[in-house]
């Protein structure tokens, strides 16, 4: 059983930040809705884990007579498809009325991502915080540099002798057996 503990809970407006961001709407022209879709859901799973939230991408149905649905991706992120009739807008809504009436004092930030301008004041209005789908995704860039950075491997060698790799004391081991061998 896991200890975590979200540090904010991001809604996300998918269809709204596929028509924002340019590479999304690039993949969405050339290879259809699905694959930004899909695009999308990958970004924000890496994001979501590095930063600490709890995402849930939100798509309208579409125009598609099905009912809603979660599609749980990893312990950090979710895919909400609304009922049919439903909008995303109108599930985020909903969910930041009923986040501000469960609890008397919120333990956690609710963020929405949306350029919807009339969404963004109707979700402040129940007490979210707002970023824009390009706020997001500078954020989503940013600590993908700051991840790959982490990450990076350190540099192993410190010139072209195994001995230049090792630290100061086993330097100094060594040298005292080879002046003890000859």
Known sequence: MSCYSPLAI?????????????????TRDRDGLLSSRQELIETLANYSA?????????????SLNTPNSREVITNHLSVY????GETADTYIEKFCASYRNKLVKPTKRLIVATS???????????GAQCMSSQQLLSDVELTARRTRR???PQ?????????NSLDAKAQQRLEQLRNSIT
Do not use: M
């Open 10 to 26: 991001l809604l996300v407006d998918g269809y709204n930040v596929i028509g924002s961001w340019s590479f999304l709407k690039n």
């Open 50 to 62: 590095f930063v600490g939230y709890d995402t849930e991408i939100v798509f309208d149905a579409h």
């Open 81 to 84: 498809y609304t009922d049919f």
């Open 116 to 126: 919807d301008r009339a969404e963004q004041l109707t979700v402040v209005g129940y």
């Open 150 to 152: 982490k990450y990076r």
């Open 155 to 163: 540099k192993s060698s410190r010139g072209r002798f195994l001995v």
